[in-house]
């Protein structure tokens, strides 16, 4: 069973049970550990997923949190936990003085149903008054699941993490934005359209006339965009509807020919990534590893950059699979693979991708 089918059991244990569990505790046990336990971490193992974690606060000595998750000896995420009927926003204070005085980067505020997750992006060693990532887990949209997959143990990476919290935090700003907007335009969003169609002075009267058609234009043009889609979908059957990319994960079509087509990004092809990534991180910052999908292959680059190609996947095939290796020449090989762990057993043949580049680039400096 792969990650999503996991989070998806869970979210439908967590539907089923929650009016049977009546305690904090309760909560934990049937909630929060199978949970970590999905993220790869033993629950049982002390020294891999602390109860009772010790964070002394100042004068106040022995102030515990929940759970700490370990690893090399130091904790790495902080976790909070409350009964699934509590509001998650009365306790953020407390998590936040929890995270100041320990070397964890992460920390993760839950009811079981609510998972907030935090770091320190704003001021460093000082957790964020906003979530980076939030969801819902009765909820949970595929975007989200590769979002939290980064927490997990077997691909668990801070830097690449706190790069992706980044952009997720901008983003859930934005959109929050965009929602506001589109369901009571501001002045300044109103005139900004009203400028560019109407010719006369931008009087109060004016733009409160054009507040309401530009309401009814976004309501109509999000109407527009459902229809065509059920429409194709009724037209073709066996074309499904193409999922949006989770934030930040944009895709794009290298030839003409592709930008008449969809190019869907699969969760497959991002797990690939992110276990190059993680491969690589040696080697070169995470951001530096990038991605761009078209409609036969999913392509990895150094620095968002077509001419330093580290790889290809092949994943959306009916039967074989093949991960596209190239040399110094940038001939590219197709190398069969079974899964996606097979990844693991070309590290060397990615670093030596990747040294090409780096001594590519020295050699040119000097």
Same mark, same amino acid.
């Given at each position: ?112 149903? =609510? ?72 002045? @300044? ?99 530096? =590893? ?38 110094? @020449? ?37």
């Amino acid at each position: 069973m792969d990650f999503k089918d996991q989070i998806k059991q869970f979210s439908d244990r967590v539907s089923k049970m929650k009016d049977n569990i009546h305690t904090e505790e309760a909560t934990k046990n049937a909630f929060i550990m199978p949970f970590l336990q999905i993220l790869g971490y033993d629950v049982f193992n002390p020294i891999e997923v602390v109860p009772e974690f010790i964070c002394d606060i100042g004068i106040k000595k022995g102030e515990k949190i929940d759970y700490a998750i370990f690893r090399d000896g130091s904790p790495i995420i902080l976790v909070e936990c409350k009964h699934w009927k509590q509001k998650l926003d009365i306790h953020d204070g407390q998590l936040l003085r929890y995270f100041h005085v320990s070397k964890a980067k992460f920390s993760m505020l839950t009811n079981g149903l =609510i998972f907030r997750f935090y770091t320190d992006l704003v001021e460093p060693n000082k957790m964020d008054e906003k979530p980076f990532l939030e969801f819902n887990i009765e909820e949970i949209k595929d975007g989200q699941v590769e979002q939290l997959k980064e927490f997990h143990k077997a691909y668990f990476d801070v830097d690449s993490i706190y790069q992706s919290a980044s952009e997720l935090k901008y983003i859930s700003e934005i959109r929050h934005l965009i929602n506001q907007e589109f369901v009571e335009p501001n002045d @300044e969003f109103v005139k900004y359209f009203a400028k560019q169609v109407y010719p006369s002075l931008m009087t109060a009267k004016v733009v409160d006339a054009f507040r309401t058609l530009v309401k009814r234009t976004i309501t109509n043009i999000i109407n527009d965009t459902i229809n065509d889609r059920l429409k194709s979908a009724i037209t073709n059957p066996d074309s499904p509807i193409p999922e949006q990319p989770a934030p930040g994960e944009l895709t794009h079509a290298n030839s003409p020919a592709e930008k008449d087509k969809e190019v869907v990004t699969t969760p497959d092809e991002m797990e690939g990534y992110y276990i190059i990534r993680a491969m690589l991180r040696k080697k070169v910052p995470a951001n530096r =590893i990038t991605h761009r999908d078209a409609l036969s292959y999913f392509a990895v680059f150094l620095d968002d950059n077509n001419r330093r190609p580290i790889c290809r996947l092949y994943l959306n095939g009916t039967t074989k699979k093949y991960l596209g290796l190239f040399d110094a @020449e940038k001939k590219e090989s197709k190398i069969e693979i079974k899964s996606l762990d097979d990844i693991y057993n070309f590290g060397k043949e990615l670093d030596r991708t990747i040294n090409f580049y780096l001594e590519q680039k020295a050699t040119s400096k000097a």
